[in-house]
């Protein structure tokens, strides 16, 4: 993927996506994965990883990725404005079902797996090293480190996370059951939605994806292997089968970062 800074990047016309530079970030596959199916194009911006970014936050008032921006319109950083987003500028294929009480559905599975205290939010505090609470850290693990002070990963907050996100995984494997028994490898409806491209490229951290498929970064596995390992017994296996068929029928390996 051939990036540009942000700072070549901010006067051009269209749509660009800031991701994260180099690294297989879960939200960041995401927004591509859905621009991939709606076929709009866009220019990638690089944004560093644990670097300060001053002219993407100059340019669109975030310093994280990912951050979608079409034309003149305001920065859109949540995964519901980037959903949106691409749901306006190119509605078809759908990605979001017409039909009111599942297009419900569709969003509060999205919110339960991207959304503030769902999965996503929850499972990476998982990838903090174990630690008792009051206990002074003492492993060298810069990474793990920079995650804690950022994502406020006390011992109490961790134990808490492992019941949160574990409940996600749960929860949409109950789903996952019931409409296989319906003949839907889908999370809702017979079709594709928001829902299945989020869990799809949300799990490659607690299920990760071989590398010729994610060239994952040494770091990264790590951190991930420990999230991985904290939530393996609420892994159903119907989960990675889902996984596995998205990525299979619909997205593009190996990942492109």
Not at 135 to 149: A, G, M, P
Not at 191 to 213: H, K, N
Request: with cysteine.
């Amino acid at each position: 993927m051939d990036y540009l800074e942000a700072r070549d990047a901010r006067d051009l016309p269209g749509l660009r996506l800031a991701l994260t530079y180099k690294i297989p970030n879960p939200y960041g596959e995401a927004a591509k994965a859905i621009f991939q199916i709606k076929g709009l194009p866009f220019v990638p911006v690089a944004q560093h990883s644990t670097q300060p970014n001053e002219d993407l936050m100059a340019w669109t008032g975030h310093r994280n990725a990912p951050v979608a921006v079409w034309d003149d319109e305001p920065a859109r950083a949540g995964w519901a404005e980037i959903l949106m987003l691409a749901e306006r500028l190119r509605p078809d294929p759908p990605l979001l079902p017409a039909d009111r009480e599942q297009r419900a559905l569709v969003f509060g599975l999205s919110n339960e797996i991207c959304g503030e205290d769902g999965y996503a939010w929850n499972s990476r505090l998982l990838m903090f090293p174990e630690q008792a609470a009051g206990e002074k850290r003492n492993e060298s693990d810069t990474w793990s480190d920079l995650l804690q002070s950022r994502y406020g990963g006390s011992p109490q907050a961790v134990q808490a996370a492992k019941d949160k996100a574990g409940g996600v995984l749960r929860l949409l494997a109950k789903h996952l059951h019931a409409q296989k028994a319906k003949g839907s490898p889908y999370l809702v409806g017979g079709t594709l939605t928001a829902a299945d491209i989020y869990w799809a490229t949300l799990s490659i951290g607690v299920a990760q994806l071989p590398d010729e498929a994610c060239a994952t970064p040494g770091f990264l596995r790590k951190v991930w292997g420990r999230m991985g390992e904290r939530l393996k017994d609420d892994l159903d296996p119907i989960l990675i089968d889902h996984r596995d068929y998205v990525f299979s029928k619909h997205l593009r390996t190996p990942l492109d970062f």
